[in-house]
């Protein structure tokens, strides 16, 4: 058999480890828990699985590793060293026979042959001194470590936010379904009402095509409805990394809805991005201390042992080397000066980041307030308006079955009620989403 061609069982092969291999990762990014979903489940499944908080904790990790970098200047460093040469350069040689104690007056100092040697050493040097750098940087990457934390706290925190809003859209728009359904129902009974009083002749047609025609148009909402109810669905569903048609089957009793209260406090002082904008100007002050650092002397420690060995010679020998060595920068093209500019460039730049940041939390702050009073008085008044709405309807439908009132007036009332119901539902979900973001804005989970 050719060696470009392929068996079919070596391809099934293939297919299958691939198709394992997918479910495999597919399990690794968290398990999924069993319908009805709750709130705080959806919270617990974005938080471990979704792509903007993996991200945020890889990048914490970077800043984690640079700790251990920069906190690596602390402790001395060893080298091994080993190598085997063979030579006849005079001078070279000449510096192999002493190391090897090997040295005779027959040695031709002009022509000492072809000579070999096998070394070996272990040095260790240590920083005695480095000016601050060394603890410069230290404080610089801690205080980004500090930073890359917070940045986790607030990747988690925008998702909530975007999680709560995605599954106050699935029970919002369930809602409405349910409305329409509900009002649907009542259409239709009104429309068997109708039947029967025309066929007894006490109904005119047109009284019942009115009722046929809003019928029609409340089915033609249903659908719009339920595709909203969809397309809410899947909004969650890629937020939890789940595959569009996932079942999102949302518990009918959610304590987590009630559990959103509001901040005793409104402040933006715990707020992640606020802090890591601090933690980053804190970055930014030591890396000039640092570059400062390059202007002063470093003191270095040094020992090394090493161990030689000839074979044309037949000779061996040992030596060790030990000592302090000191360093002064005294010209360096205006290296270092240009290093500081730019560390003290980036402090500036991260002192308005925060200073610019500051405000627009504030902002936020502010009309998250405004947003949740709004929505607070706009659940009350939709409450309202659906009991009256509800008392309408009820006394309009005896009046219709007792022949007292018309159906393009019944329709109206039917139509009245569950423009309520809708109102009701999208209020309430306004207020919880509101009253979410309010938490968010304040830094408080959304959860308590």
Same mark, same amino acid.
Request: net charge positive; aromatic share 4%.
């Given at each position: ?147 890359? +934390?917070? *940045?986790? %706290?607030? $990747?988690?925190?925008?998702? #909530?936010?975007?999680? &709560?809003? @995605?599954?106050? !859209?699935? /029970? ?100 992640? +991005?606020? *802090?890591? %904008?601090? $933690?980053?100007?804190?970055? #930014?002050?030591?890396? &000039?201390? @640092?570059?400062? !650092?390059? /202007? ?102 005896? *009046?219709? %079955? ?47």
């Amino acid at each position: 058999m050719g060696a470009g061609k392929r068996k079919p069982g070596r391809r099934r092969t293939v297919l299958v480890l691939l198709m394992l291999g997918h479910a495999l990762s597919g399990a690794e990014s968290g398990p999924v828990p069993e319908a009805p979903w709750t709130l705080e489940a959806a919270l617990e499944r974005a938080r471990a699985v979704h792509p903007d908080a993996e991200m945020a904790r890889a990048r914490l990790a970077q800043a984690e590793a640079r700790l251990a970098q920069a906190q690596a200047g602390n402790l001395p460093r060893v080298d091994l060293r080993a190598s085997y040469v063979q030579t006849t350069d005079p001078m070279q040689g000449f510096g192999i026979i002493l190391s090897q104690g090997t040295f005779d007056n027959t040695i031709d100092f002009n022509d000492p042959g072809q000579l070999d040697n096998l070394s070996g050493a272990v040095e260790g040097r240590f920083r005695l001194y480095a000016g601050g750098a060394r603890k410069a940087r230290i404080g610089a990457a801690e205080a980004a470590r500090a930073a890359g +934390e917070d *940045r986790v %706290a607030a $990747a988690e925190a925008a998702l #909530a936010d975007a999680v &709560v809003k @995605a599954y106050f !859209g699935i /029970r919002q728009a369930d809602k409405v379904v349910e409305s329409l359904r509900s009002g649907l129902r009542v259409l239709e009974e009104n429309l068997r009402v109708s039947k029967a009083k025309e066929a007894a002749g006490e109904l005119i047609r047109t009284e019942r095509l009115n009722l046929e025609v809003q019928v029609a148009a409340m089915r033609r909402e249903l659908l719009s409805g339920e595709h909203r109810a969809r397309l809410a669905r899947h909004r969650l569903a890629f937020l939890l990394d789940l595959p569009p048609r996932a079942d999102l089957a949302l518990a009918d009793t959610d304590p987590g809805i009630k559990a959103i209260v509001p901040p005793g406090r409104l402040s933006i002082e715990n707020r992640a +991005e606020l *802090r890591a %904008a601090r $933690a980053a100007v804190e970055a #930014a002050e030591d890396k &000039v201390r @640092a570059a400062q !650092g390059g /202007r002063l002397p470093t003191v270095d420690a040094f020992a090394n042992y090493k161990a030689n060995k000839g074979y044309r010679r037949d000779g061996d020998g040992t030596s060790w080397t030990a000592g302090v060595s000191v360093s002064l920068p005294v010209f360096d093209g205006q290296a270092t000066r240009s290093q500081i500019a730019e560390a003290r460039a980036g402090l500036r730049e991260a002192e308005e980041r925060l200073r610019r940041l500051r405000r627009s939390l504030e902002v936020d702050l502010e009309e998250a307030r405004l947003a949740h009073e709004l929505a607070v008085e706009q659940r009350e008044v939709a409450r309202r308006q659906q009991a009256q709405a509800r008392e309408a309807a009820e006394l309009s439908r005896e *009046r219709f %079955a007792a022949g007292t009132l018309l159906s393009t007036e019944l329709i109206g009332v039917e139509s009245r009620l569950v423009e309520a119901r809708t109102q009701l539902a999208l209020a309430t979900a306004r207020e919880r989403t509101a009253l979410a973001h309010l938490r968010r804005v304040t830094g408080l989970s959304i959860l308590p």
